[in-house]
């Protein structure tokens, strides 16, 4: 761990100095840096002599979700070590720390457990964002997401139980839910699963809760909803864009376009896991984070036709009310736990979407 300025807290008793600070660090206030208090060494004057910065782990940090994850965890402070088998991941989406001592990036699959234990020594706790999220994909290859989501977290846990890591905040999915019958569905609902993806995220959930019972452990699982913004390369938004470049005439909607999803910004979802993650602390915590705003598909198609300046576009439905195997047709989280914390999505869906348009149109343009 890396020693860092000394730091004097004033205004609290001697002995509360110590909560304070680490309380500080979880409830959300924004400190120029977080510390982790080892010792307090002069009580009676509240100094904290030594503290350290947070060592994070990022599984995925080259992906999507993950490297925007990256960019608000150094913004925060931290040192930050990136575990990435760049399957999906790219440095480019790390582009801009680049020279950042803070940050170092490791190609490596989640599933060398061996690389793992020499990689997690010493980190305070593991943002695990790595898996394969491809529904459509593992109705071709069954094995793809318990490989890559069930062992690969497996792999994690044991990882930080042998290096003493404690807390593990994990990416979860509003698809663990299915065609849940209870809407706005909260995060006690007893689904029943329509994808292996989900059945997957749900195992690696009940896994990691599991682990609570037995090691120091401590889990947050954030279950987010459809989720947007720059560096996203799939899902509807990325498919009508090529679709539509390769024939600007007319676009192949996959189901009816009644299909109806909350859409969140990216660095909403990143705000909500940080909001979580600072100010809960229960063996378990799980949240939903979505946005309280359904999108038709037929409605993201005109977002998209919109900013790529179209007209006429005939609209051609594969049919049936799902896109295919394991899409749930609508999707309408509760999200009043995480709110009663404080967090609420500050961007609306139909920006998120057309933020997302513009970012795909400048980067597929060359
Ligand atoms: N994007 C969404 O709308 C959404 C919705 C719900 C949940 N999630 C979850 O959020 C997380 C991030 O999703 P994303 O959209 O950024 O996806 P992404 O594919 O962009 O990111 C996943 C990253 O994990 C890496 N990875 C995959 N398998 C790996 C392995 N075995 N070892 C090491 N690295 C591996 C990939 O290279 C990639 O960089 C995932 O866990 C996903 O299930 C995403």
Redesign the pocket.
């Known amino acids: 761990m890396e020693e860092l300025d000394r730091c004097l807290i004033t205004g609290c008793r001697a002995s509360q100095a110590p909560i304070w600070l680490t309380s500080w660090l979880r409830s959300g206030i924004k400190c120029m840096r977080p510390f982790t208090v080892t010792r307090n060494i002069d009580r009676s004057e509240c100094k904290i002599r030594q503290a350290v910065r947070v060592k994070a782990i990022v599984?995925?940090g080259?992906?999507?979700?993950?490297s925007h994850l990256v960019d608000r965890l150094l913004s925060d402070g931290y040192s930050v070590t990136v575990?990435?088998?760049?399957?999906?991941?790219r440095l480019d989406n790390l582009g801009e720390h680049r020279d950042d001592e803070r940050l170092v990036v490791h190609s490596?699959?989640?599933?060398d457990l061996k690389r793992l234990g020499e990689l997690f020594r010493g980190h305070d706790v593991v943002f695990h964002?790595?898996?394969?999220?491809d529904i459509r994909a593992s109705l071709r290859d069954h094995r793809a997401d318990l490989e890559?989501n069930l062992i690969?977290t497996l792999d994690i846990l044991e990882a930080m139980v042998e290096n003493g890591v404690r807390d593990l905040v994990f990416?979860?999915?509003?698809?663990l839910y299915g065609e849940a019958f209870a809407m706005p569905t909260p995060e006690d609902y007893s689904p029943v699963q329509t994808s292996l993806y989900g059945a997957s995220?749900l195992a690696c959930e009940a896994y990691a809760e599991a682990y609570t019972e037995f090691s120091p452990l401590r889990f947050w699982s954030f279950r987010?909803?459809?989720?947007?913004g720059e560096r996203?390369?799939r899902?509807v938004i990325w498919d009508f864009v090529h679709k539509l470049r390769r024939n600007p005439r007319e676009l192949e909607i996959l189901g009816d376009g009644k299909q109806s999803k909350e859409y969140l910004y990216v660095k909403d979802c990143v705000e909500g896991m940080m909001t979580g993650y600072g100010k809960t602390s229960e063996k378990v915590n799980t949240f939903n984070l979505a946005i309280e705003e359904q999108t038709i598909v037929d409605r993201v198609a005109d977002i998209v036709i919109e900013e790529m300046g179209l007209r006429n576009v005939k609209r051609m439905y594969t049919g049936g009310s799902r896109g295919w195997i394991g899409d749930n047709p609508v999707v309408v989280l509760s999200i009043d736990r995480i709110k009663k914390l404080g967090w609420n999505p500050k961007v609306s869906s139909e920006e998120a979407i057309r933020r997302t348009v513009r970012w795909t149109l400048n980067e597929v343009k060359g």
């Not at 575990?83 to 991941?89: E, K, Q, T, Y």
């Not at 490596?108 to 599933?111: L, M």
């Not at 990416?171 to 698809?175: F, H, I, L, P």
């Not at 987010?224 to 947007?228: A, G, W, Y």
């Open positions: 599984t995925g080259a992906g999507f979700i993950g575990l990435d088998n760049m399957s999906c991941g490596v699959d989640i599933r964002m790595a898996a394969h999220a890559n690969g990416a979860s999915t509003s698809a995220k987010f909803s459809n989720v947007v996203c390369r899902g």
